[in-house]
């Protein structure tokens, strides 16, 4: 696999479930840097439904921390929730508690996206209890988690950069991708 040649740090979110054995259908995270764009092309590549998410835990704690929302119980019936796809964390998490998105948060300094339509990116970060939402240049995909973009955001830059202050090691860049 392209990815794993280019990032060989990476390991299934399946790992350690009952759905282990699945290696080739499961979701993965990768630690990843600024290069990805460069280093993973190709006609059959895409990389439109990645979710780049920057924080400074283990590959492993992410791992276990993510695992709690894989399975999810949905009138009696065990489901698979799809958060590592982009698309589909863009669709649940409005619909979540505030509770609940704190809690996949967690250690998390931000959630970022590429916008399919245009040459953007979205990215999401928590700040006291509240899910924000910005819009950014793709190729601020993999700067600092604040966004310069719109007015209203620069009202957030010194509490996210607090938070990313507070966060030892330096956060790394790490992706989903099925």
């Given at each position: 696999?392209?990815?794993?040649?280019?990032?060989?740090?990476?390991?299934?979110?399946?790992?350690?479930?009952?759905?282990?054995?699945?290696?080739?259908?499961?979701?993965?995270?990768?630690?990843?840097?600024?290069?990805?764009?460069?280093?993973?092309?190709?006609?059959?590549?895409?990389?439109?439904?990645?979710?780049?998410?920057?924080?400074?835990?283990?590959?492993?704690?992410?791992?276990?921390?993510?695992?709690?929302?894989?399975?999810?119980?949905?009138?009696?019936?065990?489901?698979?929730?799809?958060?590592?796809?982009?698309?589909?964390?863009?669709?649940?998490?409005?619909?979540?508690?505030?509770?609940?998105?704190?809690?996949?948060f967690e250690d998390i300094l931000s959630f970022s996206f590429i916008n399919e339509e245009d040459d953007t990116a979205v990215r999401l970060i928590m700040l006291h209890g509240?899910?924000?939402?910005?819009?950014?240049?793709?190729?601020?995909?993999?700067?600092?988690?604040?966004?310069?973009?719109?007015?209203?955001?620069?009202?957030?830059?010194?509490?996210?950069?607090?938070?990313?202050?507070?966060?030892?090691?330096?956060?790394?860049?790490?992706?989903?991708?099925?």
């Amino acid at each position: 696999m392209l990815l794993q040649q280019a990032y060989p740090v990476y390991q299934s979110m399946f790992k350690g479930t009952k759905d282990e054995a699945l290696s080739d259908v499961a979701p993965y995270l990768f630690e990843i840097d600024e290069l990805l764009f460069e280093k993973v092309t190709g006609p059959l590549v895409s990389l439109k439904a990645i979710l780049v998410m920057q924080s400074g835990d283990s590959m492993e704690k992410l791992c276990l921390h993510f695992k709690n929302f894989i399975y999810q119980t949905i009138n009696g019936r065990e489901n698979y929730l799809r958060f590592w796809d982009a698309r589909v964390l863009n669709k649940i998490l409005p619909e979540w508690t505030p509770e609940k998105t704190q809690d996949f948060f967690e250690d998390i300094l931000s959630f970022s996206f590429i916008n399919e339509e245009d040459d953007t990116a979205v990215r999401l970060i928590m700040l006291h209890g509240k899910l924000q939402k910005m819009k950014i240049h793709r190729n601020e995909l993999f700067g600092s988690p604040i966004a310069t973009g719109e007015p209203n955001q620069q009202s957030v830059k010194a509490e996210v950069e607090d938070k990313m202050n507070v966060q030892k090691p330096r956060p790394t860049r790490r992706f989903f991708y099925e």
